[in-house]
């Protein structure tokens, strides 16, 4: 099945760096979801995005939804520990209840 | 509230064998979708629901998958018979109904091994 595009796929921070990652796709999507997923769990929702520029904000997490509407960007601010896991975008095209996954960014966070 | 409740959480089972995986979604939650995550091919969408109705089953890999939903609180995945390849975890999710779409809520998943 389609996929949309993460980038990093992976990525080794140290405790207290911020991180960025986003999502792409050659098709418009209305609405942007977030993702955590730790081992063994289930995805776990971060951050919605519904509208075109939107920024919304979860604690030290912060999303973005692509003035394209092609793109979504997620930033985590002061890593900590916990915030090792996997991180999943998911988008909806108009019309359809579909939702399309990420292929992840694998985070790690060295103390 | 509870979440989405997925059972069982982890099955072994032996090649030929039935499989049935169980859901109760987020009460009051109009959307039931079934996944399944493996790593070569990540999240895929299986089927989903709308309102105990299957709307989009073409995620369905083979005649070898079927999926319920009897009433709103309850769906299962069965897989008759079952083969190695089939090994992955299974989560099934459910949403709101609203415009702009729903947010998606999963359960822990149903981990099945066919050996």
């Known amino acids: 099945g389609q996929q949309l595009n993460q980038s990093p796929q992976s990525m080794f921070i140290q405790e207290g760096e911020d991180v960025s990652m986003n999502c792409t796709s050659s098709?418009?999507?209305?609405?942007w979801l977030w993702y955590k997923q730790d081992p063994g769990e289930g995805p776990v929702l971060l951050i919605a995005?519904?509208?075109?520029?939107e920024l919304t904000s979860n604690g030290r997490l912060t999303a973005q939804f692509g003035i394209t509407r092609k793109d979504s960007f997620l930033n985590i601010s002061a890593s900590i520990p916990s915030d090792v896991g996997i991180y999943f975008c998911?988008?909806?095209?108009?019309?359809?209840?579909?939702?399309?996954f990420g292929t992840g960014t694998r985070l790690k966070v060295l103390a | 509230d509870a979440g989405v409740i997925q059972s069982p959480r982890h099955e072994v089972t032996e090649m030929g064998q039935e499989v049935t995986l169980r859901c109760k979604p987020i009460?009051?939650?109009?959307?039931l979708f079934w996944y399944r995550q493996t790593m070569m091919r990540g999240l895929e969408l299986l089927i989903y629901?709308?309102?105990?109705?299957?709307?989009?089953d073409s995620g369905m890999p083979e005649d070898r998958f079927s999926a319920k939903m009897p009433n709103a609180s309850f769906s299962t995945l069965k897989i008759q018979p079952s083969e190695p390849r089939d090994s992955a975890v299974y989560f099934c999710?459910?949403?709101?109904?609203?415009?702009?779409?729903?947010?998606?809520?999963f359960g822990e998943g149903s981990r099945l091994t066919v050996l």
């Open positions: 999710a459910s949403s709101l109904d609203r415009m702009d779409g729903g947010e998606l809520f």
């Open positions: 098709s418009i999507f209305n609405t």
């Open positions: 995005l519904y509208k075109a520029g």
């Open positions: 998911a988008g909806l095209k108009s019309g359809t209840y579909k939702y399309i």
């Open positions: 009460s009051g939650h109009d959307y």
């Open positions: 629901f709308n309102n105990n109705v299957p709307i989009d």
